[in-house]
């Protein structure tokens, strides 16, 4: 059975860090690209970070460049989001999505507060 759990979100003040980790099971974890999908209040969910399945390539959207960072340990069957200098922009339930597949996570919430 597959399975995608994100862990790590919660309310942190303007400028705070977080740390979120998604880890996977039930599948070859290690051959697909693992993306981040924020789904923001009133908004449709969308992508904005992704990396490839060795690791080797990360893609951020221009909103979190300098900021947020991705990486995965595939002994682990994790892929995490380092997320610094957090904003209220920031708020929304982050999504866990294995790139190809229709294997999401139920999402964990991060709220920065104005």
């Known amino acids: 059975q597959v399975q995608i759990v994100e862990s790590g979100g919660g309310l942190v003040q303007p400028g ?5 980790s998604c880890v996977a099971s ?55 989001l380092q997320m610094n200098s957090l904003k209220p922009e920031d708020t929304a339930v982050y999504y866990c999505y294995a790139a190809g597949t229709n294997y999401w996570g139920q999402g964990t919430q991060v709220t920065v507060p104005s």
């Open 16 to 20: 705070g860090s977080l740390r979120l």
């Open 26 to 80: 039930g599948f070859t974890f290690m051959r697909y690209g693992m993306t981040w999908y924020p789904q923001a209040p009133g908004k449709e969910r969308e992508f904005f970070a992704g990396i490839t399945s060795v690791g080797g390539i990360t893609k951020l959207a221009d909103s979190v460049k300098g900021r947020f960072t991705m990486s995965r340990d595939n002994a682990k069957n994790t892929v995490y």
